[in-house]
């Protein structure tokens, strides 16, 4: 599989990529949040108690909803160098993508590994026989478990990735096939 190892993006490219959804999402939480926060400073000096709690609380709500963004794409990274090591090194199995099919921004991780190292294809009709339409982006665990706020492997999975080292140099072997 070397041999036909594609020109790789370097790290930050692949972050964007990975991270798209994420961050978009990202930037408009950073715009309701300052949106909310000028609605609550007019409440604080023109309305009632009741409208000014109701605007703090949409601060709260939009501003941590940026950190939680924020770690979601930290860990679909993680996953994401994850699934480039077991692809470069195995190539296509069903195993890795079953196991990150449950949830766009994790399916978006495979697809990004998988197109840097040309098997994008693989990936893409795996997904097809499985039913995985591209505009599937609420997780399946929310639809199965609508208790998932309460459980620690929603917030392991999506929130708390540890951190995972590549154990390839996908840029140096690109430069050294490419000699």
């Known amino acids: 599989m070397n041999h036909l190892l594609p020109k790789q993006p370097n790290t930050f490219v692949s972050y964007w990529n990975v991270g798209l959804l994420l961050h978009c999402s990202l930037v408009l939480f950073l715009l309701e949040t300052v949106f909310y926060w000028n609605r609550l400073k007019d409440a604080y000096y023109h309305e009632s108690l009741y409208i000014t709690l109701w ?6 709500f939009a501003f ?14 993680q996953n994401y160098k994850r699934v480039k090591d077991h692809l470069f090194a195995h190539g296509f199995t069903p195993q890795i993508a ?3 099919r449950g949830s766009k921004c994790q399916r978006n991780a495979v697809i990004v590994a998988a197109r840097e190292l040309g ?9 097809r026989r499985h039913g995985i339409k591209w505009f599937h982006f609420i997780p399946q665990f929310m639809v199965k478990d609508p ?8 917030w392991s ?9 590549p154990k390839f140099n996908y840029q140096q072997l690109y430069q050294e096939i490419s000699l």
């Open 98 to 100: 079953k196991h990150y």
């Open 64 to 77: 941590s909803h940026i950190f939680l963004v924020i770690m979601d794409a930290w860990s679909r990274f």
């Open 157 to 165: 999975r999506t929130f708390m990735e540890k951190y995972y080292e």
């Open 119 to 127: 098997l994008e294809k693989e990936v893409l009709q795996y997904y």
């Open 55 to 60: 605007w703090l609380s949409c601060v709260l």
């Open 147 to 154: 208790f998932f706020l309460f459980k620690r492997y929603f």
